[in-house]
């Protein structure tokens, strides 16, 4: 069955034009590969090539065959190396078939012969298909998706040998008809094919974008999870609020602060969150800080004091930063909330303790130093000034050796200068320099070493002060204390000599007076001359005991009274002593008592310092005991090592206001101003001094009208001394009688 050349070619230019429509949506498909337009592009073309055979004359139709069918093939193999992922450049495709419209309109003009005109253009044609199977069979392989790849590249090499036939088999008039359907035949299997593998890349390409994408979601989803956890792990409170102010997410630490779990705070407003959790707002500097307020327009991190339900008051640095919210117009906000509350504290007490300094700088009279490493005075603070008008800043790059107006090679100074060179610290160190008016003045410093943190020395920190005034009362003290003790010299000087002198004639009255009242040589005739002895007798003993009294006040001050210690047998000293005082006590009917241990103790003591103190106070017991009352003595082992001896009586007693003045020199007992007794007023005096040199203790216990107990500790005597408790006191009464007669 014949059928005509129109037939064919319009058969061909249907099939042409379906491939090229199928080939224009499939472009249009999301992620259509590279390529397909070049492949829709050149199949418009073809379909216009068979086009020109159906409706255009043979010479015309022939000059349009030509040039569409070499640019459709061109326009193909441009569109499968883009596919193949070779890159392809439109101006050489353009140039390309530039050149054979060129070509084809000069061998018209010229009038060549067909051949001539048509071989080049079907070479190009058929080469550029060949090529185009060539790559796609390169790229393929035995199996799947490869086998298509080669297929189509085979289908595509035949196709592309099929348009070099024309030359060869132009006369053969059967063949025209048929190569036009063999050659459509041919286009559809290479559109279906490169349709199919096309399908398969973008097939492949969706599956691995679908992947991608699930990889990014994991991706996101892990970060997510990464970025809470980070936020979670934040101890700073941190919450995200949309553009709407409702909270997005927030982390662990706001929930703890609110009180709240964290999927129940999504989706609600800071000011809900507040008053469910019982948290207010404190009023002063931060209210309106947090950002439910129009005060986030203008600060970026502002303070805000919260009021928890227990009471706290906790401070907050509150900082906002803008955020872009996933799917919303509106920006949203990331609020981090840093607890400042120990910080302030610690600021404020850094503060107040600065400012403490600072008072206590400005109010005292010491300043404040430092040097640097080479001792240079790097700092001073200080408030008042000294009476010297002394100015420490004046000094201020300076070192104390050069401010200092004494010899530096003195042995002071040489020790100060290696206190330094040690790094030792110092105090009390006092020097002299030049005042800023050429007034001398007196300072004292005391410093410290101070260190870096790695232990370089920097220099001292210290104070000082102007001691000028100390200095010149010490030395006013120094020379007040030299004429004292001239003074005391001179006095002692003079009481030795006056005493010495007034011993010699008191020596001469006593003994002449005892001769005149015991009449040695003779009556002295009438009786009023023995009365008178006597009472030149008891004057003259008066002036003796005062003189001696006089004379050991002056040793003892003078430091020339001897203490000469000793192992003292404390029952015989008593016994002694009572029967001294036994006469005298005799005369006023008063009753001597005496209570000792059964067991003897001994004072390690100067024997007459220790008889001077008991007879002094047994004679003042005497004294001043009414006739006819007591008088207890007695001793006993007290306070560890020591003794203490008792004088105990039921005198007159002495007024409280006068117990403090008691032992003072030529102070009198006496409560009674018309009633005066005998005596020097130096006897506890010289009990206290005597006391006090034996580094014992004395103490008076006194009730006027009651009457007074002495009592004196001295140190025993080494060895052991026995307790009260193993002691067995007893209280002999003294016959004086008996005393009286063996004295």
Known sequence: MAIS?????????????LLASALTYFRSI??????????????????????????????????????????????????????????????????????IVFWILAAEIFHLPVLARTVPVFILSGGALIITGGSLWRKGGVDGVGAGYRITGTLFILWGVH???????????????????????????????????????????????????????????????????????VPMPIFVEDGKGALVNANSAFAELTGCSQPDLAGRKIKEIWAESGITRSSGKGKGALPDDAAWQVARQVSEKLVLPSGLTRSYAVSKMSLAMPGES????????????????????????????????????????????????????HGARDYSGLVPESHLGRTRFESTIEDLTSEKWRAHIADIEARRPFSGFRYLLRGDEGQEVAVMINGVPFYDDDGTFRGYRGTGSDVTRQREAEISRDRALLGAERANRAKSEFLATMSHEFRTPLNAILGFSEMLSREVLGP??????????????????????????????????????????????????????????????????????????????RLYADLRSVRQVILNLLSNAV????????????AQPDRGDMIAILVEDNGEGIAADKLPTITDPFSQASNHPHHSHEGTGLGLSIVKSLVDAHSGELQIESTLGVGTKVTVWLHAAYGPNPTLAEAEPVEPKVDVEEDQDEV
Not at 5 to 17: E, F, N, Y
Not at 624 to 633: A, D, K, S, V, Y
């Open 30 to 99: 999301p992620n259509a590969p590279d390529g397909v337009s070049w492949w829709a592009g050149g199949f418009w073309a073809y379909a216009g090539a068979t086009g020109c055979v159906v409706f255009l004359a043979p010479v015309p139709g022939a000059i349009f065959l030509e040039i569409l069918v070499s640019a459709s093939a061109v326009m193909i193999a441009a569109g499968t190396r883009r596919f193949l992922g070779y890159r392809v450049l439109a101006q050489v495709v353009v140039l390309g078939i530039s050149l």
């Open 623 to 634: 004294k001043f005991t009414p006739q006819g009352g007591w008088i207890r003595i007695s």
């Open 330 to 381: 509106q920006f949203g906000t990331v609020v981090v909330m840093q607890d400042m509350t120990d910080r302030t504290r610690t600021e404020e007490q850094l503060h107040e303790s600065e400012k403490r300094f600072r008072d206590f700088a400005e109010a005292s009279s010491d300043w404040l130093w430092e040097t640097d490493a080479d001792g240079r005075f790097s700092y001073f603070a």
């Open 163 to 233: 348009q070099l036939d024309y030359p060869v088999l132009r006369h053969v008039d059967w063949f025209a008809p048929y190569g036009f359907l063999l050659a459509q035949f041919l286009a559809i299997s290479c559109v279906v094919g490169l349709m199919i593998v096309a399908l398969h890349s973008v097939m492949a390409r969706a599956d691995s974008e679908a992947a991608a994408r699930h990889a990014a979601d994991d991706a996101r989803l892990l970060q997510l999870n990464l970025q809470q956890s980070i936020i979670d792990a």
């Open 524 to 601: 002295v005739g009438a009786p009023a001359y023995l009365e008178y002895a006597d009472a030149i007798n008891d004057s003259g003993t008066h002036m003796l005991a005062l003189v001696n009294d006089i004379l050991d006040i002056a040793a003892i001050e003078a430091g020339k009274r001897v203490i000469m210690k000793e192992e003292i047998v404390l029952l015989d000293l008593l016994r002694e002593s009572m029967v001294e005082v036994s006469k005298i006590a005799a005369d006023k009917s008063i009753n001597l008592e005496v209570g000792l241990p059964g067991v003897p103790l």
């Open 5 to 17: 050349l129109q037939t064919a070619a319009l058969s061909a230019m249907l099939a042409s034009l």
